[in-house]
């Protein structure tokens, strides 16, 4: 008895001076971070139709940081630039993006719309957020890569 007792005991020790490791976490997918426009992107409803790559010197970039989201754009062919600050929020598959303030063009914009609601297609260093027709049909999209 006292060695089976002793056996436990001893097989107690060994478990307990065991490192126990738990799976390590996936990373989750996040939008928070600096992104780079990369493309664009044509639908025939539902499917992509045609990828438009963004044309010589064109620059646009977003910013997504605690709820708050600025951007920026070159063209170019434009005398000055663009750009927009607001917040986001993201549900389980859409990106809503609410613009305060920005450049000239974008506050004359704005007297007509500021919430900005996209579809949205996350990975973890890609996003595409697309544009939705009325009707629930897929227009076009813009395609970023996360460069931070």
Request: net charge negative; hydrophobic share 30%; glycine share 6%.
């Amino acid at each position: 008895m006292k060695k089976l007792l002793g056996l436990v005991l001893l097989m107690l020790i060994l478990i307990s001076a065991t490192e126990f490791t738990s799976p390590k976490p996936q990373p989750t997918k996040s939008i928070e971070g600096t992104w780079e426009l990369q493309s664009f992107y044509s639908y025939d409803g539902q499917d992509i139709s045609d990828t438009i790559e963004k044309s010589d010197g064109y620059r646009q970039v977003k910013m997504y940081s605690k709820g708050k989201i600025m951007w920026t754009r070159y063209v170019p062919d434009e005398p000055h630039g663009r750009f927009g600050y607001g917040s986001y929020k993201i549900t389980k598959d859409s990106l809503i993006e609410v613009i305060e303030y920005g450049d000239d063009a974008m506050m004359k914009a704005l007297d007509t719309m500021r919430n900005f609601t996209f579809e949205l297609k996350l990975e973890k260093d890609f996003f595409s957020q697309i544009t939705v027709d009325d009707e629930g049909n897929r227009t076009s999209s813009e395609n970023y890569k996360r460069i931070d």
